[in-house]
């Protein structure tokens, strides 16, 4: 638990600073860091997506494996591999996940300082 709320207070952190951070640097510069920021949140986006039926495959494996575990050793050695495989995919997902939404948290934050200082008003 201590973790979490480590992990939280630095997201926040992260959060909070990036409109400050964005706020010292020239317009032309907020734009390149935002467009840098948004090609990784579609680069995690995209490695999200491609984890999503990596993991839904490794479920079904593990099921069907799981199913015949009782009938010989091998086969409970390979329910128990597939598994392992399953639980590792979605620890990987649940990671590319979290960092997906922090750092897609930030570019929105980063795009709101531009908006506010760079963004010429009509």
Not at 89 to 98: F, P, Q, Y
Request: hydrophobic fraction near 40%; glycine fraction near 0%.
């Amino acid at each position: 638990m201590p973790h979490s709320l480590t992990v939280a207070a630095l997201s926040l952190t992260a959060f909070v600073a990036a409109p400050f951070a964005a706020a010292s640097e020239s317009c032309v510069q907020q734009a390149e860091t935002i467009r840098t920021a948004q090609q990784n949140v579609l680069k995690l986006k995209a490695e999200r997506d491609a984890l999503v039926p990596k993991v839904e495959d490794a479920g079904d494996a593990w099921e069907n494996n799981q199913a015949m575990r009782n009938f010989s050793t091998e086969q409970a050695r390979q329910a128990d591999s597939s598994r392992a495989a399953y639980e590792d995919l979605k620890a990987r997902l649940r990671a590319v996940e979290a960092d997906l939404q922090e750092k897609a948290s930030n570019a929105n934050a980063r795009v709101n300082a531009y908006n506010t200082h760079c963004a010429t008003k009509d």
